[in-house]
């Protein structure tokens, strides 16, 4: 069975930082792109981050500009978010995603993490 | 940026029903690389379509896909009570970003 499971969310200060992790089981991690989607509560879906497999590539959504990174540790079968100053509307539940085999739709999802940015 | 317009916004059908969910592209999706999606209340998204048409495994066949170019649709062929929640198309072709619409809500009368 896939498990995709965030941790690492929390309440934050506007301007401060946070990362999330992933920890990934239920299938071969190392062969699949990995993203972040997020969706403010109550709210629609917005695509974040996606990682392939290696690394190779790495894409970012043009609104966060730079202030989000991806990583991945295949070793640890393990997806990551560096979050950097934190906006009030980066208030979101994030959810950790697999990535399809046909295509960079998301084939499995996390249960989410709630970040929450606020003084 | 591909933008997706979903329609209608909301809705309110009875068990049994066909419903037919839009979702128009404000330009072509390259491959027609559109999924479909449908979230719960309190959960997290489910995939049900992939590539305009392809059903995602263990999505019973009530669900389907169907469309091209900038013009898809979802169609439930009979409503189930568990059907209920908001379902999302999303285009993932040529290069990112990826974008989602903005959702239509089906609820039970």
């Known amino acids: 069975e896939v498990q995709l499971v965030e941790s690492g969310g929390g309440l934050v200060k506007p301007g401060g930082s946070l990362r999330l992790s992933c920890a990934a089981s239920?299938?071969?991690?190392?062969?699949?792109?990995m993203s972040w989607v997020r969706q403010v509560p109550g709210k629609g879906l917005e695509w974040v981050s996606t990682m392939s497999s290696s690394g190779s590539y790495i894409y970012h959504a043009d609104s966060l500009k730079g202030r989000f990174t991806i990583s991945r540790d295949n070793t640890k079968n393990s997806l990551y978010l560096q979050m950097n100053s934190l906006r009030a509307d980066d208030t979101a539940v994030y959810y950790c995603?697999?990535?399809?085999?046909?295509?960079?739709?998301?084939?499995?999802w996390g249960q989410g993490t709630l970040v929450t940015v606020s003084s | 940026e591909i933008v997706l317009t979903q329609s209608p916004g909301t809705l309110s059908l009875s068990p049994g029903e066909r419903v037919t969910l839009s979702c128009r592209a404000s330009?072509?999706?390259?491959?027609?690389?559109l999924a479909w999606y449908q979230q719960k209340p309190g959960q997290s998204p489910r995939l049900l379509i992939y590539?305009?048409?392809w059903r995602a495994t263990g999505i019973p066949d009530r669900f389907s896909g169907s469309g091209s170019g900038t013009d898809f649709t979802l169609t439930i062929s009979r409503l189930e009570p568990e059907d209920s929640a908001v379902f999302y198309c999303q285009q993932y072709g040529g290069s990112p970003p990826w974008t989602f619409g903005r959702g239509t809500k089906v609820e039970m009368k």
């Open positions: 590539a305009a048409s």
């Open positions: 239920g299938f071969n991690f190392s062969s699949h792109s």
């Open positions: 330009q072509d999706v390259p491959d027609n690389y």
């Open positions: 995603a697999r990535e399809g085999d046909y295509g960079d739709y998301v084939r499995d």
